[in-house]
């Protein structure tokens, strides 16, 4: 059964520094999503990696995707407060039966 | 497009009651997913429909839970004879089926059971 872990899972970073948050799954998979959730809100799409090597970048944050590893990562560069929140990936697994998996979440504070 | 819109927003209920939540996803998907989060967790799959069908349902839903998508429009999630243990976040998603598949959410329904 595909399980997907996250580390850190808490993090509490001043502005302006930089981190990287990191996502491990146990099976083969070629898709990789991450979302964010702000408290008490639902689920927001951030990027989809579809192949290895993939790399996504939107502001100050970066994805990338390596399948052999089964790792994704997401850097957070140059942190600002509007970036706290809690960052899930979720993998679909190889059946490809888009039953998407995801991990525990990693709750980004960032500090003014 | 509104999105994917969730009925109730929140719901108190007490143990042994049935409830029963509504998802409307976006129109032109045909996938709908059902997820619950309790605090502090990711996302638990439940199960999800392509168009009218449900093709999964995960494991770890009782018998108590059942999701129907009539026509393969809106889906309904009920739970009968709550537990406390099912006071939790239901949220549902869409998807269009092909391409990156992205799940758009919807808020979610809290559920508490006194």
């Known amino acids: 059964e595909l399980k997907v872990e996250q580390n850190p899972l808490f993090l509490s970073m001043q502005e302006g520094k930089n981190y990287t948050i990191y996502c491990n799954y146990s099976?083969?998979?070629?898709?990789l999503y991450w979302y964010r959730q702000d408290p008490g809100k639902s689920l927001e799409s951030l990027f989809v990696?579809?192949?290895?090597?993939a790399v996504k970048q939107e502001g100050r944050l970066m994805a990338s995707l390596d399948t052999k590893a089964r790792l994704s990562t997401l850097h957070i560069t140059a942190a600002v407060h509007d970036l706290s929140a809690t960052y899930f990936c979720?993998?679909?697994?190889?059946?490809?039966?888009?039953?998407?998996?995801f991990g525990t979440g990693t709750r980004l504070k960032v500090l003014a | 497009d509104t999105g994917v819109s969730q009925d109730p927003r929140h719901k108190i209920t007490k143990r042994g009651q049935n409830v029963t939540f509504r998802c409307d996803p976006i129109?032109?998907?045909?996938?709908l997913y059902w997820y619950r989060q309790t605090l502090g967790q990711g996302p638990e799959f439940l199960t999800y429909?392509?168009?009218?069908?449900?093709?999964?349902k995960s494991r770890l839903l009782s018998d108590r839970f059942s999701a129907e998508r009539p026509k393969g429009s809106f889906s309904t999630l009920e739970i009968q004879r709550t537990e406390q243990g099912d006071s939790a976040m239901y949220l549902c998603?869409?998807?269009?089926?092909?391409?990156?598949?992205?799940?758009?959410f919807g808020a979610g329904s809290r559920l508490t059971v006194l």
């Open positions: 979720a993998v679909d697994p190889p059946s490809g039966t888009y039953k998407y998996i």
């Open positions: 998603a869409s998807s269009s089926g092909w391409g990156a598949n992205v799940l758009t």
């Open positions: 990696l579809l192949s290895n090597g």
């Open positions: 099976t083969t998979s070629d898709r």
């Open positions: 429909f392509q168009n009218e069908a449900q093709l999964e």
């Open positions: 129109s032109e998907h045909n996938r």
